[in-house]
T-cell receptor, first 116, second 111 residues
Framework: DTEVTQTPKHLVMGMTNKKSLKCEQHMGHRAMYWYKQKAKKPPELMFVYSYEKLSINESVPSRFSPECPNSSLLNLHLHALQPEDSALYLC???????????????FGPGTRLTVL | GEDVEQSLFLSVREGDSSVINCTYTDSSSTYLYWYKQEPGAGLQLLTYIFSNMDMKQDQRLTVLLNKKDKHLSLRIADTQTGDSAIYFCAEMYSSASKIIFGSGTRLSIRP
């Protein structure tokens, strides 16, 4: 199983809502990532978890709150988002956090988020 | 600073070769990558090259690296309609332990 799954596929939320994005992998990977991708732009790293601990936070606003309940799951809790937060949110995982060429990051299909 | 640049569009005829170019800034990058993103999908790693290599070939894909000019290219031989996608060049930004993506090149195939 070389798949990273993400739910939901699409999400529309208001600025006062609280929602969560979920990501799951069963490859035994110990590093998991959240990226944000705006239309016609490259993915931008948000968070990295390594061995279930937050390793990198790219100065992301606190209205985005990541959580890693176990080694297979990664959540992104959303609260009080702004319309400019509308984007494709991609999850990825890799064997570990090392950036060797063969430590491939496997990406999920993403959750397309629209904030009204 | 962190910067990876690519041209935004490339159109080629089916069966021809496609060459996608990229320039990067971090001279200490150890690995450089090419990712493919099809519509509505996540990113798929196509290939990578270690910085001490000049060339890497993998079936229809050839990666050329000019470390002096910080220039990377991806050549796709015998381009097919299934190759239509956005191709992202990426470098390992070693001082921050993260991957920096270029803006992506949208490859379209003409019949």
């Amino acid at each position: 199983d070389t798949e990273v799954t993400q739910t939901p596929k699409h999400l529309v939320m208001g600025m006062t809502n609280k929602k969560s994005l979920k990501c799951e992998q069963h490859m035994g990977h110990r590093a998991m990532y959240w990226y944000k991708q705006k239309a016609k732009k490259p993915p931008e790293l948000m968070f990295v978890y390594s061995y279930e601990k937050l390793s990198i936070n790219e100065s992301v606003p606190s209205r985005f709150s990541p959580e890693c309940p176990n080694s297979s799951l990664l959540n992104l809790h959303l609260h009080a988002l702004q319309p400019e937060d509308s984007a494709l949110y991609l999850c990825a995982s890799s064997q570990d956090q090392g950036l060797a060429g063969d430590n491939e990051q496997f990406f999920g299909p993403g959750t397309r988020l629209t904030v009204l | 600073g962190e910067d990876v640049e690519q041209s935004l569009f490339l159109s080629v005829r089916e069966g021809d070769s496609s060459v996608i170019n990229c320039t990067y800034t971090d001279s200490s990058s150890t690995y450089l990558y090419w990712y493919k993103q099809e519509p509505g999908a996540g990113l798929q790693l196509l290939t990578y090259i270690f910085s001490n290599m000049d060339m890497k070939q993998d079936q229809r894909l050839t990666v050329l690296l000019n470390k002096k000019d910080k220039h990377l290219s991806l050549r796709i031989a015998d381009t097919q309609t299934g190759d239509s996608a956005i191709y992202f060049c990426a470098e390992m930004y070693s001082s921050a332990s993260k991957i920096i993506f270029g803006s992506g090149t949208r490859l379209s195939i003409r019949p």
